[in-house]
């Protein structure tokens, strides 16, 4: 089992920055990839990056408009979104996703995944930016 514990959320005003946290518990390892995802209220959820651990690679999406910078933690299996200049379009709720599955250490990762390809989610946190 794994958990993810997202944190960092709450209210911010247009043109400032949040960072959020992501902290993965139970059975992982460093070569696991993890993704970030955001929900807008009204529409579904979607990417807004996937990050693979062994290679040091991160896919940003293309139709995020939102400016966002992916990072790890200095401890195993912690991820950060720093979030830069922000809009009231980048409110939404905000999620961590995790692969769990054993990779070899020449896996690289065909990002971007899909949403099914990732088998752990946490629990989301909201960001709201005030105009």
């Known amino acids: 089992q794994v958990q993810l514990v997202e944190s960092g959320g709450g209210l911010v005003q247009a043109g400032g920055s949040l960072k959020l946290s992501c902290a993965a518990s139970?059975?992982?390892?460093?070569?696991?990839?993890m993704g970030w995802f955001r929900q807008a209220p009204g529409n579904e959820r979607e990417l807004v990056a996937d990050?693979?651990?062994?290679?040091?690679?991160?896919k940003y999406s293309d139709s995020v408009k939102c400016r966002f910078t992916v990072s790890r933690g200095s401890a195993q299996n912690t991820a950060h979104l720093q979030m830069h200049s922000l809009t009231a379009d980048c409110t939404a709720v905000y999620y961590c996703?995790?692969?769990?599955?054993?990779?070899?250490?020449?896996?690289?990762?065909?990002?971007?995944?899909?949403?099914?390809?990732?088998?752990?989610w946490g629990q989301g946190t909201q960001v709201t930016v005030s105009s």
């Open positions: 139970g059975r992982t390892e460093s070569r696991n990839t």
């Open positions: 996703a995790l692969d769990s599955t054993r990779r070899p250490s020449t896996y690289s990762a065909p990002l971007p995944y899909t949403q099914d390809e990732y088998d752990y």
């Open positions: 990050d693979s651990w062994n290679e040091s690679r991160t």
